[in-house]
């Protein structure tokens, strides 16, 4: 990308493949060829495009795409927006948006709904949903920077060609999900991308602070804006970026301690187990519970055990979540093997052997997908079996580290570094190995 650049106006995807939309309009919206609207509405779609309904159930656009266009001031509620979608903290809310609303047919009865917004204010409620507006000032600009970079990154990404994300095979099937592929708007508002919530969350100025004390600044790494990858605890080590995403090493995107000592990496079979029973000290591992107060959600607050954690099923539980999700029968589910770990100790390559078949699957994020009806944590996890007395494991047993896929910035670590009197440019050092802060408008 340019380094020298003009703040963008970008769409980010609140909600797509709907049957409908209801929500309403605070204040005036202007509509194309129509005229003003406020108040009550709702949308739905049919072969012809968009139909949008005033208070009054009255059609007053239809169009294959509606933009209404927000005066100054004005804000838009939709109603039931699913977030954390297939995540364990998946639910509905309500959210009010600034910015313009696009509304845009998908199919003959479905529709995505847009927000058109400028990059900074859009940055604020990121700040503001990835982590609480409380968080350490220092770390609030550091996820200014890096949400800034991700996006600006994705969006070059966009107009460039780039690799496939699946190797498919009989006997192996590796996967990768790229969070830029979206066709009809720049980002979506969920964890896939970066959370977006709108104004519903912005329960102080600290994060509107940070969005300004830092705009236009990137980190930058080669005369490039990186793609600054992150997530919500590493569990001691951040990961390589190939153990997530293609086979292609990213300079910065690479694994570290998240501690001022090293650790050394967590490849075999040995360390892992002796990994995910261990405590070590590392800037992740908190049960401060008021510092976790400031830093996570409410809902992220839910997640409790996070730097270390448990999963138990029966093999017969096991069996059902890996048919449903990987729309294979294994038959009886015999052995979970890892083939190879990264330096986090997250797996990168696992063989699933049950009676009928044995099939390889990666990468991380596949990996904790068919291990769980959402996903679990990481994969950085080792797997003990009991036995029934015919001799067929009976229970599948998964002690894990870490929540996310590990790689790039490590929130809660950062958010620590920043309480304990790290300024933004340290942390940002620490996670990014050999990238600088530059600022590009």
Excluded at 88 to 105: S, Y
Excluded at 245 to 272: F, G, H, M, Q
Excluded at 410 to 424: D, E, L, N, S
């Amino acid at each position: 990308m340019s380094i020298d650049i003009r703040e963008p106006v970008i769409t980010v995807g609140i909600a797509d493949m709907q049957a409908g939309v209801a929500g309403r309009l605070n204040g005036n919206f202007l509509i194309e060829g129509t005229g003003l609207l406020s108040g009550p509405f709702r949308a739905s779609a049919d072969s012809e495009g968009i139909l949008l309904f005033d208070e009054g159930d009255r059609v007053v656009a239809r169009a294959p795409s509606v933009r209404l266009v927000a005066h100054e001031g004005s804000t838009f509620r939709i109603s039931d927006v699913t977030i954390g979608i297939r995540f364990h903290w998946e639910r509905k809310e309500d959210q009010v948006f600034e910015g313009n609303l696009i509304l845009t047919a998908r199919g003959t009865d479905n529709i995505a709904i847009i927000n058109e917004i400028p990059l900074e204010n859009y940055l604020v409620s990121v700040i503001s949903s990835e982590m609480s507006g409380t968080a350490p000032p220092e770390f609030l600009k550091v996820h200014s920077i890096i949400s800034r970079s991700w996006l600006l990154a994705a969006l070059e990404r966009k107009n460039t060609a780039h690799k496939p994300a699946e190797r498919p095979g009989t006997e192996e099937l590796i996967r990768w999900y790229n969070r830029e592929d979206h066709d009809i708007f720049d980002v979506c508002a969920d964890d896939h991308c970066q959370r977006y919530q709108g104004i519903t969350k912005i329960i102080s100025d600290a994060a509107a602070n940070a969005v300004n004390e830092t705009r236009g600044y990137v980190i930058a790494y080669g005369g490039s804006v990186c793609d600054a990858r992150y997530f919500k605890a590493c569990g001691g080590i951040t990961e390589n970026y190939e153990t997530a995403w293609e086979e292609t090493p990213i300079p910065y995107l690479v694994s570290i301690s998240d501690s001022r000592d090293a650790l050394p990496p967590v490849v075999s079979e040995e360390k892992a187990a002796e990994w995910v029973k261990s405590l070590p000290d590392v800037y992740c591992n908190t049960q401060d519970e008021e510092l976790l107060a400031e830093i996570l959600p409410g809902f992220d607050r839910e997640t409790t055990h996070f730097f270390r954690w448990k999963v138990e099923y029966t093999r017969s539980q096991l069996e059902e979540i890996i048919r449903q999700k990987s729309g294979i029968d294994f038959g009886t589910l015999q052995d979970l093997a890892p083939l190879e770990r990264g330096p986090s100790g997250r797996i990168k390559r696992l063989k699933v052997t049950g009676s009928k078949q044995s099939i390889v699957i990666g990468k991380e994020l596949e990996i904790r997908r068919w291990l769980s009806p959402t996903h679990l944590y990481s994969s950085a996890f080792v797997v003990s079996k009991d036995f029934a007395p015919d001799g067929r494991p009976d229970r599948f047993v998964f002690n894990g580290a870490g929540w996310g896929h590990g790689v790039g910035l490590c929130q809660i670590g950062a958010a620590v570094m920043a309480k304990k009197g790290f300024t933004a440019k340290e942390i940002l050092a620490h996670y990014f190995t050999g990238a600088g802060i530059k600022k590009i408008y």
